[in-house]
């Protein structure tokens, strides 16, 4: 659907992105995922014509973008900037209004529209008629994502839209977008340099450094088969988690252990046998010779069995 060949873009003496390649198929999850300053924003900026390419090509459904006037380009484009990008002296309404409007949609429709994306995102109508400072971080940036699917464009971009809020309520609102049934049929490209979320919501996950890209492809590719140095020590700190999350038990050889069926993920299999803390039931499984005072956790040898096959996963 989108395909970005040998792009660079440059500010004077700096190469923001340089040489890259990347398609994103109809209904993909692709995340740009990188530390801050490594090219996402100008990539995902690129795609809608809100910045020029110096060099290379971007084409949408095999359309080169600069043939498709820019207007025409962004309404199949939703966009959700960095911090919302909300107008402050229009209302929630209004600023929802806006593309519709440029659709020349009658005012019933554009209300309707507006009500049932505000209600999918757990928002009351009464919101309509507040300004964005009267909302907490967490509703504008529902908001945000509303006013960007107004006109169910086929195609979102969102830069960092979870960045401006707290840990827990980025971790809730992220739970949200993932159930949102607008969302499932859309090719979404997303920016963020948090690697939970990247392997959390991301189909593939194009990992950048100083305007290139370092490695491309599926979460359990750059978990299991990083193609540098650079790759490997990006996701060291949360290379455990994320395995854990990423691999299901089918896949380390495990029928399902409990209710956790095959398709479960080693994590939940290891959330439900692991006691709750501060149980006096927990004793880590250790070897042998360690004495420990407390008798080993009941699923002791179910844990053993699971933290062993993942290891002869990583191996294979
Ligand atoms: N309009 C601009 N003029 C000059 N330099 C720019 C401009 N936009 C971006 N840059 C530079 O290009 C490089 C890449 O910036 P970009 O915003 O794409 O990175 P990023 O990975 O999205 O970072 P962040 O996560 O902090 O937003 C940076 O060195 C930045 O300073």
Redo the contacts with the bound molecule.
């Keep these: 659907m989108i395909e970005v060949k040998q792009v660079s873009k440059n ?2 003496p ?1 190469k ?2 340089d040489n890259v390649s990347f398609s994103v198929a109809a209904g993909e999850t692709l995340i740009l995922l ?10 995902l ?1 690129m795609l809608n014509k809100l910045e020029e390419p110096s060099a290379g090509i971007i084409t949408f459904n095999n359309q080169p973008i600069s043939e498709i006037p820019p207007e025409q380009l962004r309404r199949r484009m939703g966009y959700v900037l ?1 911090h919302t990008g909300l107008f402050p002296h229009y209302t929630v309404a209004e600023n929802m209004a806006i593309v519709p409007r440029l659709l020349k949609w009658e005012s019933r429709r554009i209300q309707d529209r507006a009500i049932e994306l505000l209600h999918k995102l757990h928002l009351s109508e009464e919101y309509l008629t507040l300004y964005p400072d009267q909302l907490s971080g967490g509703q504008q940036q529902r908001v945000g994502l509303a006013r960007a699917l107004m006109a169910d464009p086929p195609v979102l971009l969102l ?2 839209p979870f960045g401006a809020l707290d840990p827990i309520t980025r971790v809730h609102i992220r739970q949200e977008f993932l159930h949102l049934d607008e969302l499932k049929r859309k090719t979404v490209i997303m ?1 963020t ?1 948090d690697i939970t979320e990247a392997f959390e919501l991301g189909d593939r996950i194009c990992l ?1 450094q100083q ?1 290139r890209i370092e490695q491309m492809g599926l979460p359990k590719e750059l978990l299991f088969q990083p193609k540098s140095d650079f790759v490997r020590s990006f996701l060291k700190e949360q290379q455990l988690p994320l395995e854990l999350k990423n691999v299901t038990l089918a896949e380390i050889g495990i029928a399902g252990i409990q209710n956790v069926p095959a398709s479960g993920s080693v994590w939940d299999a290891l959330a439900l046998l692991l006691p709750p803390p501060n149980s006096s039931d927990f004793t880590p499984p250790t070897n042998e010779k360690t004495t420990n005072k407390n008798p080993p956790a009941a699923n002791a040898p179910e844990i053993n069995q699971l933290l062993k096959a993942l290891q002869n996963f990583r191996k294979s």
């Design positions: 500010f004077g700096v923001a992105v990188g530390t801050s300053g490594c090219g996402k924003t100008t990539t900026r960095q830069d960092e920016v340099h950048m305007g």
